[in-house]
């Protein structure tokens, strides 16, 4: 059998081992040390961020960013249902409540007109959310103009949740920077990685100084052990924002073969019933992954099953949290657009380290199934 092609698998160019040996060389090996510190202002300088803090994953920044807006038990947070668990299971981490909302078809992204209805309910209801979460899907923005609006007329603060997005722009503006805060991950299968790893962007230095505080286990100033408050293990280590650093040094090299990957899908099946996830003015994808939709879920499955016995990974778009198990019983606001999404949708093979005769493979068996 030919070699398995992974979805999106970590591109890594040696780059990386230079700051990896400082950091073995000085023995800085704990989580501070310069490649931490270099990582959060080589964040700040590429995405024109305000702050950062370098963490251990996208999920403890959300998680923090959270804490960060007061958002406690029974607490309502208004969030995309069309996205990964990560971005939910912070709220219950806090005891609150996820207000799902679904998404508008043409970024996939959460529905401004459905994020206000949500909310007007919730003020009915004599409770005011504490807080938005937006997620930037696959690497494409949201309809930031909107959703940015709608946070300054019922003053409800934003956090991006821009895992899947860095370096992607709405109106040259760079995702996870509209919000109070953002976040960014560095997982394996991301478009830069640190194996493993996030960062917390903010409009504020006090923010990501508090963040810092928190995911240091919250030890006060003070010559012996003092903790006040209740504190988390979610710093990054030196060693991992190495590779960090390393990474981004490529990020707009990353960006381009995973642009030019959608490029050569959409050339390619342009004469085949398929719907690519598109940009109109003001979008610029990253395009992490390439995901398309096609006439039916019968249809995808026969397409994905056929991709997985050419040893070929396809995943099918998130499934929405409004149907998970562990989500279906919180209030969601719905207008079928992210259901019909994930039974008709496919992620394709999108990683930046895909050769031509990848892409050759994975198309041949594409056309196959038509």
């Known amino acids: ?56 994953s996208g999920t403890a920044a959300i998680h923090l960013a959270l804490i960060l807006l007061g958002v406690q038990k029974d607490d309502f947070v208004l969030a995309a249902t069309f996205t990964f668990s990560a971005t939910i299971n912070p709220i219950r981490y806090q005891g609150a409540t996820p207000i799902l909302i679904d998404s508008e078809a043409d970024t996939w992204n959460m529905s401004p007109d459905l994020l206000e209805k949500a909310i007007k309910s919730a003020l009915e209801k004599g409770k005011k959310p504490k807080a938005i979460i937006v997620v930037h899907l696959y690497g494409m923005p949201a309809k930031m103009k909107e959703i940015m609006a709608i946070s300054k007329k019922y003053t409800i603060p934003v956090i991006e949740d821009a895992a899947e997005s860095i370096g992607a722009k709405y109106k040259n503006k760079q995702t996870g920077t509209f919000g109070e805060m953002g976040i960014f991950s560095f997982n394996g299968n991301k478009i ?7 960062a917390l962007v903010a409009k504020s230095k006090k923010h990501t100084d508090k963040a810092l505080f928190l995911a240091t286990q919250a030890r006060e100033n003070a010559p012996h052990y003092q903790h006040e408050v209740v504190g988390y293990n979610y710093r990054m280590s030196n060693i991992v924002a190495g590779i960090g650093r390393g990474q981004l040094e490529v990020l707009d090299k990353r960006i381009a073969a995973r642009r030019a990957n959608f490029d050569f899908y959409k050339k390619e099946l342009a004469n085949y019933p398929i719907t690519f996830q598109e940009e109109s003015a003001d979008f610029f994808a990253n395009r992490w992954l390439t995901a398309v939709v096609f006439e039916s879920y019968e249809k995808r499955e026969a397409i994905r099953l056929a991709l997985a016995q050419e040893n070929i990974e396809a995943r099918p778009l998130w499934k929405p949290m409004h149907l998970q198990p562990v989500f279906q019983a919180f209030p969601f606001y719905g207008n079928d657009v ?13 990683g930046s380290n895909l050769t031509d005769t990848d892409r050759k493979r994975i198309i041949n068996a594409l056309k196959s199934c038509f």
């Open 1 to 56: 059998m030919d070699s398995k092609i992974w979805l999106s698998s970590p591109h890594l160019t040696g780059e990386e081992q230079k700051y990896i040996q400082e950091a073995f060389e000085t023995n800085w090996v704990a989580p501070l040390g310069p490649n931490v510190n270099g990582f959060e202002t080589e964040i700040c300088t590429y995405t024109n961020a305000t702050a950062c803090t370098a963490l251990v």
């Open 192 to 198: 830069i990685t640190t194996s493993g790893g996030g």
């Open 338 to 350: 992210s259901e019909d999404l994930f039974q008709r949708g496919l992620c394709l093979p999108s």
